[in-house]
């Protein structure tokens, strides 16, 4: 399974956009990307999963170039309630394998 | 629709004590898992089940057992405590497809204190 790399935190400002871009250089054909955000005392959230170019929903974005060695998680105009720990994942879509969670980034939004 | 339960939410146990923590899903989803969080770390798989009536062993496993005690529920059992042991456990869900993206659904996590 594909490792990944993120950076250990980041800080922002209320109303600013926030990339965090996460590498996974070994990733493989059948692998896509997977974002889980995560308060603290609770249990990862799913936010926004795809395989190549740009994925939307009404919380994230999610970019993807062509080779697939990175993606950037994008979270608009983040508020206080953004801060949290944002951990990208590579899942394989062939089943028998389970999700790997590094050490995330953690967020901090700040007034 | 609850999603995933667990309970207790929070246990305080001996060196040596046993216990079973329990999570249940209403979501009809066929697979269920078992993660422990330490602090201020990622999330570790111990066991988890692709279906009803299989079990298999996760990337730390040693000290637990489980059961997939029907599609709706999956237990996890400390036989002898140890302070190692301390941490949050976390129950997760999912419809797992093969050929399909997986999402899966997290409990509220029980906080477990072995002295």
């Known amino acids: 399974l594909a490792k990944t790399t993120q950076p250990i935190s980041m800080d922002s400002y209320e109303g600013q956009e926030v990339n965090i871009t996460c590498s996974h250089n070994?990733?493989?054909?059948?692998?896509?990307i997977t974002w889980y955000q995560q308060f603290p005392s609770q249990g990862p959230r799913f936010i926004i999963q795809g395989y190549k170019t740009k994925v939307t929903n009404e919380v994230a974005s999610l970019f993807i170039p062509a080779d697939r060695k990175s993606s950037t998680l994008s979270l608009p105009r983040v508020s206080l309630s953004d801060t949290a720990v944002y951990y990208c994942l590579v899942v394989t879509s062939l089943g028998g394998n389970m999700l790997t969670f590094g050490g995330g980034t953690r967020l901090m939004v700040k007034p | 629709n609850a999603g995933v339960t667990q309970t207790p939410k929070f246990q305080v146990l001996k060196t040596g004590q046993s216990m079973t923590l329990q999570c249940a899903q209403d979501?009809?989803?066929?697979?269920m898992y078992w993660y422990r969080q330490d602090p201020g770390m990622g999330l570790r798989l111990i066991y988890y089940?692709?279906?009803?009536?299989?079990?298999d062993k996760g990337e730390v496993p040693n000290g637990y057992n489980v059961s997939r005690l029907n599609k709706r529920e999956f237990s996890l059992r400390l036989e002898s405590a140890a302070p190692s042991q301390t941490s949050v456990y976390f129950c997760?869900?999912?419809?797992?497809?093969?050929?399909?993206?997986?999402?899966?659904?997290f409990g509220p996590g029980t906080r477990l204190l072995v002295l």
């Open positions: 979501m009809n989803h066929n697979s």
């Open positions: 070994n990733i493989a054909t059948n692998d896509y």
């Open positions: 997760a869900s999912s419809r797992r497809d093969r050929g399909s993206w997986e999402t899966q659904y």
């Open positions: 089940s692709a279906s009803e009536g299989t079990t």
